[in-house]
């Protein structure tokens, strides 16, 4: 499995941008694509996740600004970012899981910077 982000990028806070994660290889082997976020010298948190199904949940700290989706026919999940605030800045992460949440691959990352 390999996946890219792209759609990163900088906004003033109150902005949006589309996050992409798109994958490639044993993509049947996905069942769950996450996406996470990281500051220098923090933890990787979780955002958001979506199932094959499409069943998504949220971190409470996005919740109701972030919608996760997915369009099958071109193999790529988004991570729809709006009401941005300077927390929000991060690299953004995305990976693919198995059902058991075995984790397959890690894309590279793609900067947000939110400024005020």
């Known amino acids: 499995v390999h996946l890219v982000e792209s759609g990163g990028g900088r906004v003033q806070a109150g902005g949006s941008l589309r996050l992409s994660c798109a994958a490639s290889?044993?993509?049947?082997?996905?069942?769950?694509t996450g996406w996470y976020r990281q500051a220098p010298g923090k933890q990787r948190e979780w955002v958001a996740t979506i199932s094959s199904g499409g069943s998504t949940n949220y971190a409470d700290s996005v919740k109701g600004r972030f919608t996760i989706s997915r369009d099958n026919a071109k193999n790529t999940v988004f991570l729809q970012m709006n009401s941005l605030k300077p927390e929000d800045t991060d690299v953004y992460y995305c990976?693919?899981?198995?059902?058991?949440?075995?984790?397959?691959?890690w894309g590279q990352g793609t900067q947000v910077t939110v400024s005020s």
């Open positions: 990976n693919g899981q198995t059902r058991g949440g075995f984790v397959l691959a």
């Open positions: 290889g044993s993509i049947a082997s996905i069942n769950r």
